[in-house]
C-alpha cells in the first residue's frame, strides 16, 4: 500500500507584507462564504473569510469578518499573539485595534471580529494590519510530493502488512527511524524491514499524521495509545498533533485527566498549558490520591499557579512526602500563610 497525499486541494497564492486585504465580491445566490490570499508576515501566514454565520435566521444574516492564522496547514503545535489594526470601509478613517492570541489548539487558529458587518457592499476593501510576535517556533511538518521515491518498504505487525516510505524523509522526522535505515543495524539492507509489536491500522493512523494525510484519526479513545507509538518511533511532530489535541476543546478529558496525561508523557509545554487553565481542579486535585503520582516540578508549577489564582491548597505537604517536597515550597508557604 502506497500512502501518498491524494485529492489534496492546491495551495493558495501567497502574498506578503505587514497588510492583507480583500475586495467584497458579488456572491452567488448560494455562496457562503469568500477567503483572501494567503498573505505571509513575519513567517506566519494569515488569511481573511468572509461568511455567514449559522447562528443567524436566514431573514436577518450577517456577513462576519475573520482572521485565520494558516500556519495548521504547516505544522501541529504552534502559537503567537498578533496586534491587529482593522480598518473598515463603513467608516473612512477609522480604524480599531485590538491583540489576540492565536494558537492550533484554539479554534484551529482562529478568531472572528463579531460586530463588524452587514452592510459591506460589491467593492469594499477590507484590510487589516498584522504585526505578529515571534510566538513559539513551530515544527514544520514535512511534505511527501506523489513524485518523491518511496525507496523503502516496513513490514508491519502480524498482518505483515507493506507501507512503502521515503527512508530520507522518515529518518529526517524520527532518530528511530534514522537509525533503523542508515545506522549499522542489521536490517538496514534488507529490502523490507520488520515492524513489530503495533497493529498496521495503528501504524499508518500515525503515519498519515506525519505527513498530514488525510484519513489520520486522533479521539479520546486512541490519543493514549497514539503516543505511546510517537514516544516509540521518536516522532516528534506525531506528539506536536497529540498535544495540540489535548490542549484544545476537542478533547473531553477533565484538566485533572489531561494533566495525568502530560505527566505520564512527561511533556512539559502540555503541563504548563493545562495547569495555566486549572482553578477550582486545584484544590480537588490537592485531596486526591493522584497528588501522589505528581512530579515535584509539576507540584511547584501548580503552587505557583495557586498564587496567580489566590486559591488555597488544603493538602500542601502531605505525610510522607514532607521530605521530599517542603524544601522546595517555603516560598510558597509565607505567601499562603
Given at each position: 500500500?502506497?500512502?501518498?497525499?491524494?485529492?489534496?486541494?492546491?495551495?493558495?497564492?501567497?502574498?506578503?507584507?505587514?497588510?492583507?486585504?480583500?475586495?467584497?465580491?458579488?456572491?452567488?445566490?448560494?455562496?457562503?462564504?469568500?477567503?483572501?490570499?494567503?498573505?505571509?508576515?513575519?513567517?506566519?501566514?494569515?488569511?481573511?473569510?468572509?461568511?455567514?454565520?449559522?447562528?443567524?435566521?436566514?431573514?436577518?444574516?450577517?456577513?462576519?469578518?475573520?482572521?485565520?492564522?494558516?500556519?495548521?496547514?504547516?505544522?501541529?503545535?504552534?502559537?503567537?499573539?498578533?496586534?491587529?489594526?482593522?480598518?473598515?470601509?463603513?467608516?473612512?478613517?477609522?480604524?480599531?485595534?485590538?491583540?489576540?492570541?492565536?494558537?492550533?489548539?484554539?479554534?484551529?487558529?482562529?478568531?472572528?471580529?463579531?460586530?463588524?458587518?452587514?452592510?459591506?457592499?460589491?467593492?469594499?476593501?477590507?484590510?487589516?494590519?498584522?504585526?505578529?510576535?515571534?510566538?513559539?517556533?513551530?515544527?514544520?511538518?514535512?511534505?511527501?510530493?506523489?513524485?518523491?521515491?518511496?525507496?523503502?518498504?516496513?513490514?508491519?505487525?502480524?498482518?505483515?502488512?507493506?507501507?512503502?516510505?521515503?527512508?530520507?524523509?522518515?529518518?529526517?522526522?524520527?532518530?528511530?527511524?534514522?537509525?533503523?535505515?542508515?545506522?549499522?543495524?542489521?536490517?538496514?539492507?534488507?529490502?523490507?524491514?520488520?515492524?513489530?509489536?503495533?497493529?498496521?491500522?495503528?501504524?499508518?493512523?500515525?503515519?498519515?499524521?506525519?505527513?498530514?494525510?488525510?484519513?489520520?484519526?486522533?479521539?479520546?479513545?486512541?490519543?493514549?495509545?497514539?503516543?505511546?507509538?510517537?514516544?516509540?518511533?521518536?516522532?516528534?511532530?506525531?506528539?506536536?498533533?497529540?498535544?495540540?489535541?489535548?490542549?484544545?476543546?476537542?478533547?473531553?478529558?477533565?484538566?485533572?485527566?489531561?494533566?495525568?496525561?502530560?505527566?505520564?508523557?512527561?511533556?512539559?509545554?502540555?503541563?504548563?498549558?493545562?495547569?495555566?487553565?486549572?482553578?477550582?481542579?486545584?484544590?480537588?486535585?490537592?485531596e486526591s490520591p493522584l497528588w501522589f503520582e505528581?512530579?515535584?516540578?509539576?507540584?511547584?508549577?501548580?503552587?505557583?499557579?495557586?498564587?496567580?489564582?489566590?486559591?488555597?491548597?488544603?493538602?500542601?505537604?502531605?505525610?510522607?512526602?514532607?521530605?521530599?517536597?517542603?524544601?522546595?515550597?517555603?516560598?510558597?508557604?509565607?505567601?499562603?500563610?
Open positions: 500500500i502506497r500512502l501518498v497525499p491524494e485529492g489534496r486541494m492546491a495551495a493558495p497564492p501567497v502574498e506578503s507584507g505587514g497588510k492583507i486585504s480583500m475586495v467584497v465580491e458579488e456572491w452567488t445566490a448560494t455562496q457562503t462564504e469568500q477567503f483572501s490570499a494567503v498573505h505571509r508576515i513575519n513567517g506566519y501566514p494569515w488569511r481573511l473569510k468572509l461568511f455567514f454565520s449559522d447562528d443567524d435566521d436566514d431573514d436577518g444574516k450577517k456577513r462576519y469578518l475573520e482572521l485565520i492564522c494558516d500556519i495548521s496547514s504547516e505544522a501541529e503545535l504552534w502559537q503567537c499573539t498578533a496586534a491587529v489594526k482593522t480598518v473598515s470601509p463603513l467608516q473612512p478613517g477609522t480604524s480599531y485595534r485590538r491583540s489576540h492570541y492565536f494558537a492550533s489548539w484554539y479554534n484551529g487558529g482562529r478568531t472572528r471580529w463579531a460586530n463588524t458587518s452587514g452592510d459591506w457592499k460589491v467593492g469594499d476593501r477590507l484590510e487589516m494590519e498584522i504585526v505578529p510576535d515571534d510566538g513559539e517556533r513551530w515544527r514544520v511538518r514535512p511534505i511527501l510530493y506523489p513524485s518523491v521515491p518511496l525507496d523503502g518498504i516496513l513490514v508491519v505487525g502480524e498482518e505483515k502488512r507493506k507501507i512503502h516510505v521515503n527512508k530520507k524523509s522518515l529518518a529526517s522526522q524520527s532518530p528511530f527511524f534514522d537509525r533503523l535505515f542508515y545506522s549499522d543495524f542489521m536490517d538496514k539492507n534488507m529490502n523490507a524491514i520488520r515492524i513489530g509489536d503495533v497493529e498496521y491500522k495503528e501504524f499508518s493512523n500515525i503515519y498519515r499524521m506525519i505527513y498530514g494525510f488525510d484519513g489520520a484519526s486522533l479521539s479520546d479513545e486512541n490519543v493514549r495509545r497514539v503516543e505511546q507509538l510517537a514516544d516509540r518511533f521518536e516522532l516528534k511532530i506525531v506528539e506536536d498533533r497529540v498535544v495540540s489535541f489535548v490542549l484544545s476543546d476537542n478533547c473531553s478529558f477533565s484538566q485533572i485527566e489531561k494533566l495525568m496525561f502530560a505527566e505520564h508523557c512527561n511533556i512539559p509545554f502540555m503541563r504548563d498549558k493545562i495547569i495555566s487553565k486549572m482553578n477550582d481542579e486545584l484544590e480537588e486535585l490537592s505528581l512530579s515535584k516540578e509539576t507540584m511547584q508549577a501548580l503552587m505557583k499557579q495557586c498564587i496567580l489564582t489566590k486559591k488555597r491548597m488544603r493538602i500542601l505537604c502531605r505525610k510522607n512526602q514532607s521530605e521530599r517536597f517542603c524544601s522546595s515550597f517555603v516560598p510558597y508557604f509565607l505567601y499562603f500563610f
